[in-house]
């Protein structure tokens, strides 16, 4: 059972583009939902995370939208860059469960030129 | 500051063989997580420690798998024997203690490659 779905597999957007990955989640005791940036050879690295009692956070170019009635979040870059190509994973955790990351299946997300 | 570090980065072994890895999470963190992607999949949770001490072990897939972290700092994850579906991408990551006023924050080391043939 999947506890954190993401969407969709891949994406290629225009240099300039916004690209946008939803995740939906169903464990409603998730408290912290972060998203990770992985380049190839790399670990994933943190780009932005937000608690369920905002319904936006903005840091430079990427955005995190988060609907806690639907349980659904997403990630949004502004402006996209080539530089930006990589595996992008939502992830979700509780507190109460040791603050153990439950990741989504990752985006591989390309920027073209 | 330096990072997590994991070693080694590739492992390539035979099935029924032994292998360890190990991690070395950022200077201060008291709680170090182990992840495993397995090809095409999501990063999946494995164990979690508080300074030495094993606070969950929860997403560990079977007995062949040993995770220590003596003294605190360092760990390794031994596994023993190893079977063609342990291949995989294993990371570690760390966070600061929450109770001293640290962030939920996780940082990932590289990953070890593990490839069992």
Known sequence: QQQVKQSPQS???????????????????FDYFPWYQQFPGKGPALLIAIR???????????TISFNKSAKQFSLHIM??????????????????GGNKLTFGTGTQLKVEL | EAGVTQFPSHSVIEKGQTVTLRCDPISGHDNLYWYRRV?????????????????DESGMPNNRFLAERTGGTYSTLKVQPAELEDSGVYFCASSQSLLAGGSKKQFFGPGTRLTVL
């Open chain 1, 11 to 29: 994406l290629i957007v225009q240099k300039g583009g916004i690209p946008i990955i939803n995740c939906a989640y169903e464990n409603t005791a």
């Open chain 1, 52 to 62: 369920p009692d905002v319904s936006e956070k903005k840091e430079g170019r990427f």
């Open chain 1, 79 to 96: 402006d996209s860059q080539p530089g930006d190509s990589a595996t992008y994973f939502c992830a979700a955790s509780a507190a109460g």
């Open chain 2, 39 to 55: 090809m095409g999949k999501e990063i999946k949770f494995l164990l979690h420690f508080v300074k030495e001490s094993k606070q």
